[in-house]
Antibody
């Protein structure tokens, strides 16, 4: 069974950094196109970014407003996807989901709260 | 980035009603679109892929159509469990985008 589990959310001050993790099971994360999607409280879904599979180049793409602050990467040894978030703003407060969209595989989400 | 304009943003309907939700893309995206259902506190679940392919296990009262820039999700006869929020997601370009969502409420 393919499964992903996010972790690393929490409370962070504006301007701070946070790294989210997404541990995969049932598949190799670097063999899949992996996405991060977020949802601010009471708001709609927002696509954050994606990393392609290693065989497809392992390149990343991001939503335009987030480019330069967010970075997606993988660690083969841990079969884990990461989202490094820098220069965090209050409006980055959201539940962050890791997802393999082709298989419709989603984690339970991890809440990031940016507040002073 | 491609913009997805979803309408309506909310919809009040009764059990048994037929409802249609629309997504319009700011440029042609072929059929690279999925429809998702989200219930409170849960991750979204895909109902339709490739604009019109019903996912396994999804009731046949859900259907999708469209190609290019205009897409629709139709629920032929609303059931109580269908009251939720629906999103379209385009994956044609390097940057994917969701529609703004449609909250389907009981009248």
């Amino acid at each position: 069974e393919v499964q992903v589990v996010e972790s690393g959310g929490g409370l962070v001050k504006p301007g701070g950094s946070l790294r989210l993790s997404c541990e995969a099971s049932g598949f190799t994360v670097s063999d899949a196109w992996m996405n991060w999607v977020r949802q601010a409280p009471g708001k709609g879904m927002e696509w954050v970014g994606r990393i392609k599979s290693k065989v497809d180049g392992g390149t990343t793409d991001y939503a335009a407003p987030l480019k330069g602050r967010f970075t997606i990467s993988t660690d083969d040894s841990k079969n884990t996807l990461y989202l490094q978030m820098n220069s965090l703003k209050i409006e980055d407060t959201a539940v962050y989901y890791c997802t393999q969209l082709q298989w419709d595989c989603w984690g339970q989400g991890t809440l990031v709260t940016v507040s002073s | 980035d491609i913009q997805m304009t979803q309408s309506p943003s909310s919809l009040s309907a009764s059990v048994g009603d037929r409802v249609t939700i629309t997504c319009r893309a700011s440029q042609a995206i072929r059929n690279d679109l999925g429809w998702y259902q989200q219930k409170p506190g849960k991750a979204p679940k895909r109902l339709i892929s490739a604009a019109s392919t019903l996912q396994s296990g999804v009731p046949s009262r859900f259907s999708g159509s469209g190609s290019g820039t205009e897409f629709t999700l139709t629920i032929s006869s609303l059931q109580p469990e269908d009251f939720a929020t629906y999103y379209c997601l385009q994956h044609n370009s390097d940057a994917y985008t969701f529609g703004q969502g449609t909250k389907l409420e009981i009248k």
